[in-house]
């Protein structure tokens, strides 16, 4: 199997690529060759196999990113959602046209790739009283969403003129971002972890009792991995799933902190941000994944688990590249 990852420098990405690499496809398919695609060459991860590091715009794609035979394209590079607000036209040109650079690239190939596609909770909107059904409308509340939304029905198109074979997972808030704070308006529900565990300081721009829909790394790697492998038949029209992930709320994160790091929590203090407040207030803070649950996408862990899992799987690096020890 020849496998693609665009956005392979990101954070998902790296770890999905460490993941390839390391445990090879769920379902016991070899691969045969790994591209990694991004801004600047990814990084490569020892693997059993050759890894090409291809770096590149996506608006304007190398064939070299998605080369002939290429089995499963994994399209995860995107403008986030504080970046996308603010700047519209980098936004649309790599959300939008991006992706319609790669479904010209999958056009051009002998036979239609796998493509699994990272949509997000921001494609929807109703706030914190919110519980989303697979058939709520996406009613995106910022420029990001609407372009994930959009990306979403052009690729579901795609599909079905049978040019590539899409999955797309409308993926929760990613806890625990390692590294430094990011543009995602939805940075500060990882460093509310995060930063604490590096003995820092920390705001927070929104009430304790706020909620969020939040996944793990591990487990939203997990999820790209059977989306790459599914059976695509049961999906239909419809090519985009909700997976399980979790409902909780600012107090119930920090709670768990402490239970990991007793004390850690009063390093966070709060301090409204209305700019932040106005763009997560608008996500969903809850849905109902029923059809994720019926194709067999992974049930979520508890919060002391993503805890526990940053510290072994990020904290000593994110010490690291933040000078920290
Ligand atoms: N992390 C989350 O909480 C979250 C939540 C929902 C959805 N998602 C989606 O999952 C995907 C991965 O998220 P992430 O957190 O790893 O994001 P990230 O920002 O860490 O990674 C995205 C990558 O895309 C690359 N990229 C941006 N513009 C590019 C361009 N013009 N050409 C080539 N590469 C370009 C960036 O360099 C970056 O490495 C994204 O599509 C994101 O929208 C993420």
Same mark, same amino acid.
């Given at each position: 199997m020849r496998v693609t990852i665009l956005g392979a420098g990101g954070f998902l990405g790296q770890k999905l690529a460490k993941r390839l690499a390391r445990e090879g496809l769920p379902d016991g398919r070899r691969i045969t060759a790994l591209t990694l695609f991004d801004l600047a060459a990814p990084a490569v991860p020892a693997a059993g196999f050759p890894v090409h590091p291809v770096a590149g715009d996506l608006a304007d794609l $190398?064939?070299?990113?998605? $080369?002939? !035979?290429? #089995?499963? *394209?994994?399209?995860?590079a995107a403008v986030v959602s504080a970046a996308a607000e603010a700047d519209y036209e980098l936004g649309r040109r790599v959300n939008s046209r991006g992706t319609d650079a790669v479904i010209d690239a999958c056009r051009k190939l002998a036979r239609p790739p796998r493509l699994v596609f990272t949509s997000s909770v921001a494609s929807f909107s109703g706030g914190q009283s919110a519980r989303l059904? #697979?058939?709520?409308?996406? *009613?995106?509340?910022?420029s990001y969403g609407a372009q994930k939304a959009a990306a979403e029905l052009i690729l579901a198109d795609a599909s079905r003129r049978g040019f590539l074979d899409a999955v797309t997972l409308r993926l929760p808030t990613i806890v625990v971002r390692p590294g430094r704070p990011n543009k995602a308006a939805s940075s500060f529900v990882s460093a509310i972890i995060r930063e604490p565990l590096l003995g820092l300081e920390t705001t927070l721009p929104?009430?304790? #009792?706020f909620a969020v829909w939040v996944a793990s790394p591990r487990r939203a790697v997990d999820w790209l991995l059977q989306a790459a492998v599914i059976d695509g038949t049961p999906l239909g029209l419809d090519r985009s799933v909700t997976p399980p992930g979790l409902s909780v709320t600012v107090g119930e994160m920090l709670a768990a902190l402490d239970a990991v790091? $007793? !004390?850690?929590?009063?390093l966070v203090r709060a301090a409204a941000d209305a700019v932040v407040a106005g763009i997560v207030g608008?996500? $969903?803070?809850?849905? *109902?994944p029923t059809r994720g649950r019926a194709l067999g996408f992974a049930a979520h862990e508890g919060l002391e688990e993503v805890v526990r899992a940053f510290v072994a799987d990020d904290l000593e690096a994110t010490r690291r590249e933040r000078g920290h020890g």
């Open positions: $190398p064939a070299s990113a998605i $080369p002939e !035979g290429c #089995d499963i *394209v994994f399209h995860l059904e #697979d058939d709520a409308r996406q *009613v995106p509340a910022n929104v009430p304790r #009792d790091s $007793p !004390g850690a929590s009063a608008a996500w $969903p803070a809850s849905f *109902v």
